[in-house]
């Protein structure tokens, strides 16, 4: 948290790329429904009223935030009115990128950075429109973002667990398996190719065939190999998935990164500044090294799948440093174990995590995972525990296109999870 970790909000040029290029209705249009909420008041979910509760010590003296604790840390199911916030979308709506970057928001922003984003900053636009990263996997393309985006380790875990030509069931300790240990194998490396794009590693190299032959021919299914994985962070995001009558398909994603990001807001204007720049490293000549001009290490995670030209499938889902987990054990029930989207999606998951470069890795199993296929998986090595499911799940999101039909399906794990096809 701090401000340090504050660096140029991109969020806002990136919806008004995305509008100029394709849309086909007005933007005061398409935020009336977030307006109308946030001045009319919003039910409080489980989640949120915790996350408020964990921050209420770092934020509650902000002029953005008193209105959220006026009786104290808002319960579940309470009304939440946010009406500086839906000043601040009005503003937008009105007077698109200049209503954010410009005018009294980009001056409080400027001023609670205390000079760190500076006006000449916020003139920059901060979206760029960039070659999508391909894969073919189990009889479709999967696309998703570039570097510096960690969104390639949902395509080559997939592709090392195609390799593996692991079962079909995915109550198979060796279907969970197999796909752990895809994961793991790339995930180690992360931290150390994934940066701003002009250091990283190169989509060709991440994403290489053999290289990824290679991986899979290093895993057992047998037992576990060892591969150093990176710690984990916690994240802050919402993700979307929509497909119009045309047959374009969007696969949206936005980040506060932890919770509610930096803990700093734009003064009384209700937006509460992202702690993107956390994810910098301060090593000298790193990759991922902090300096002007760069963007971190970034974990959002979109995907959208394609035969034949055709979109067949939009996932996604929030969940931080779990996005590429959570995302391919989605896919690999959809597209290998070839379950509905919605028993997909609510098919048992594990979590690997790892807390520090001194940590022990511990394999997470949710309680819905058989005994049987944890105590398989303990046998061949992985360090299992088990952990309670609740409402502060990941919430993945899918839209399948059928060709007569639109199928979409939501993590029934989440109670703002929604999905919706018509």
Known sequence: HGLDSITVPGAVDGWIALHDRY??????TILAPAIELATNGFPVSYEFSQSLGRM?????????AKPLYVDGVPAPGSTLRRVRHAEALRTIATLGRDGFYGGDIGAAIVTTTEGRITPDDLAVGQAEWVEPVGLDVFGLTGWTVPPNSQGYL????????EFLDPPRDPTDPLFHHALIEAYRSVARERDFYVSDPTTAKSVD?????????????????EHTTHWRLPA???????????????????????????????GFSAGNTGIFLHNRGASFNLTPGHGNELKPGRRPLHTLAPTI?????????????????????????????????ELSPSHAQAAPRWKF??????????????????????????????????????????????LIDERTQVVAAADP??????????
């Open 23 to 28: 849309g086909t209705i007005d933007m005061e």
């Open 56 to 64: 209420r010590e770092m934020i509650g003296d902000q002029a953005s």
């Open 154 to 161: 949902s395509l080559a875990t997939l592709k090392i667990f």
């Open 205 to 221: 190299f991440l994403l290489g065939r053999a290289r990824l032959k290679r991986r899979a021919e290093r895993i057992s299914m």
């Open 232 to 262: 984990v962070a916690p994240g802050g995001t919402a993700f979307l998935a929509t497909r119009d009558w045309s047959g374009m398909g969007v696969s949206f994603i936005q980040s506060n990164f932890w919770g509610i990001g930096s």
């Open 305 to 337: 799948w394609t035969k034949d030209g055709s979109t067949s499938l939009i996932l996604g889902t929030r969940g931080g440093d779990f996005q590429p987990q959570i995302v391919a054990q989605v896919a690999a029930s959809l597209l290998h174990a």
């Open 353 to 398: 995590e790892h807390y520090g470069p001194e940590g022990e890795p511990v394999l997470s199993l949710e309680p819905t995972l058989h005994d049987e296929t944890g105590a398989a998986l303990r046998r061949l090595g992985h360090p299992v525990r088990r952990y309670e499911q609740s409402t502060e799940g990941w919430g993945p999101v899918a």
């Open 413 to 422: 794990r989440v109670s703002t999870a929604t999905a919706l096809a018509e």
